[in-house]
């Protein structure tokens, strides 16, 4: 009999699914690539905050184009693939799907806060359309607006861990 035990636990060979565990590994998965890509979309902003210290120095307004313009094309290509992470992630997950759409939310308003920075340099800046205090309050309050935009980003992205 004892024998007869062993013999069939050892050919017992049937795989249980555990759906909770795969779910949350999936989960945690799709969670790494997103917060992967949150940092190479903020990667992109900390390039254009270099492109803005450079044009404020040498007001080369061409090269300043060209870079945002490859700055910006990266910065698309990762919300897309954040956004294809997201729709992945909501079956599984909807609760964390919700605060990645608030960190959406946010971002959006951050870019807002980049492209008028944009223009605050583009625009006025360097066609000298603008007076220096006038330059230097707009830009103070457009760093506030991003670094409160920012810290909300972060806070929720601390959340997630």
């Known amino acids: 009999m ?3 035990v062993i013999i069939y636990v050892r050919l017992d060979f049937s795989i249980s699914k555990d759906e909770i565990g795969e779910s949350r590994l999936r989960v945690s998965g799709i ?3 997103l917060l992967n890509y949150l940092d190479k979309r903020g990667a992109t902003y900390a390039g254009l905050d270099d492109q803005f210290a450079k044009v404020k120095t040498n007001k080369d307004v061409n090269s300043f184009n060209s870079a945002a313009k490859n700055i910006n094309q990266e910065y698309k290509n ?3 693939l954040i956004g294809d992470l997201v729709a992945k992630l909501k079956p599984d997950a909807p609760e964390v ?3 990645i759409g608030e960190i959406q939310k946010l971002d959006k308003t951050l ?7 944009q223009a605050l340099y583009v625009d006025k800046l360097i066609p000298g359309k603008i007076s220096r205090g006038a330059f230097v309050d707009a830009e103070t309050t457009l760093n506030k607006k991003k670094d409160e935009t920012v810290d909300k980003i ?3 992205i601390k959340n997630l861990h």
């Open 31 to 33: 969670l790494d690539k």
């Open 78 to 80: 990762v919300s897309g």
């Open 2 to 4: 004892f024998l007869m």
């Open 111 to 117: 870019k807002e806060i980049y492209n008028q920075k």
């Open 154 to 156: 972060n806070s929720i």
């Open 97 to 99: 799907s919700e605060k």
